[in-house]
């Protein structure tokens, strides 16, 4: 499972992007995929997660009815839909995955994610 990125861009503050993450793999559907971001000079946070059948999710408090996670397990993607941008929400955004055969299998905690992608760069100028 190597998961790879895409969809990053500089936009406006109130500006919407959706990022995507893909993978390969047959099992695809038992990992719960995450989305961490790191901006500059900062610790990298917990975005949002959701489990491997798509009916669970986790959402970081400042993204709720902002930000989106689902994910099309036909197509081995997950995407984040990102609207009202903030500047605040500049950062790199990558996506992890974790093999979890057991539902829900979600957590925020990074070290439980063993698969990670090189990141996008979003850029919400002000």
């Known amino acids: 499972v190597q998961p790879v990125e895409s969809g990053g861009g500089l936009v406006q503050a109130g500006d919407s992007l959706r990022l995507s993450c893909a993978t390969s793999?047959?099992?695809?559907?038992?990992?719960?995929i995450a989305w961490f971001r790191q901006a500059p000079g900062k610790e990298r946070e917990f975005v949002a997660a959701i489990n491997g059948n798509g009916d669970m999710t986790e959402y970081l408090e400042s993204v709720k009815g902002r930000f989106t996670i689902s994910r099309d397990n036909a197509k081995n993607t997950v995407y984040l839909q990102l609207n009202s941008l903030k500047p605040e929400d500049t950062a790199v955004y990558s996506c992890?995955?974790?093999?979890?055969?057991?539902?829900?299998?979600?957590?925020?905690?990074?070290?439980?994610?063993?698969?990670w992608g090189q990141g996008t760069q979003v850029t919400v100028s002000s």
């Open positions: 992890a995955a974790r093999f979890s055969p057991m539902s829900p299998g979600i957590t925020q905690r990074e070290y439980e994610y063993r698969y």
């Open positions: 793999g047959q099992t695809f559907s038992l990992y719960v």
